[in-house]
Every structure is written in C-alpha cells, then in structure tokens.
Nanobody, 118 residues
Framework: QVQLVESGGGLVQPGGSLRLSCAAS????????MGWYRQAPGKQRELVAA???????NYADSVKGRFAISRDNAKSTVYLQLNSLKPEDTAVYSC????????????WGQGTQVTVSS
C-alpha cells in the first residue's frame, strides 16, 4: 500500500518560514520524481517545486528564491522549505510521487494546510 504523508503545515505570519515534510512508503522512493503542489481556494492546483531522482530541481516562478525542495532517499522523505512567506502562499500543499517512466504510477498525499496571515 502506497502512502504519502505530509506534515509541517500551519499558521505563520508574513515573512515567516515553514518546513514541510512528505514521508513515502510502499514505493521505490529513490527512482521517483517528487513534487510539491498547492491549491488555494477557488484556484487550480499548481506545481510549486519538483526534484528528480538525480536531484535536478525546478520551481514555479512565484516561489523561486524563497522555497527550496530537497530529498533524503535513505528516509524516503521529501522536504519543502518555505521562506519569506506571503499571504498569497496560503494553500493546501500536497506531495506527489511520479514514476519516471510509467506515467500511470503517480501518487498523492492528503495535503497539509499552510496559512500565511498576520
């Protein structure tokens, strides 16, 4: 059984920081591209950041220079460091695991709420 379990969300003031974690089980974590997506109320889900099995990263323009994605294959965990948070970063953040070859092998976590407000 595949599980992706996110943690680390919460309420933070503008300019603050959070670190999200996503622990995976039931998959060969090291070969998967791992991604963080977010969905704000009334908006479509968007890719925030992704990291390939080789460690190559890409970011949405809106978070470049503020967020950082990393992975620990030994712990089957992907992280998202969120710095200089803005109210517009408020959303449910979800973790995704994507097999690099078999596109149908994609899995999602349940999401964690990040709220940026004073």
């Amino acid at each position: 059984q595949v599980q992706l379990v996110e943690s680390g969300g919460g309420l933070v003031q503008p300019g603050g920081s959070l670190r999200l974690s996503c622990a995976a089980s039931g998959i060969l974590f090291s070969i998967n591209t791992m991604g963080w997506y977010r969905q704000a109320p009334g908006k479509q889900r968007e890719l925030v950041a992704a990291i390939t099995n080789g460690g190559r990263t890409n970011y949405a323009d809106s978070v470049k220079g503020r967020f950082a994605i990393s992975r620990d294959n030994a712990k089957s965990t992907v992280y998202l460091q969120l710095n200089s948070l803005k109210p517009e970063d408020t959303a449910v953040y979800s973790c995704n695991a994507q097999h690099p070859v078999i596109r149908s092998l994609a899995y999602w976590g349940q999401g964690t709420q990040v709220t940026v407000s004073s």
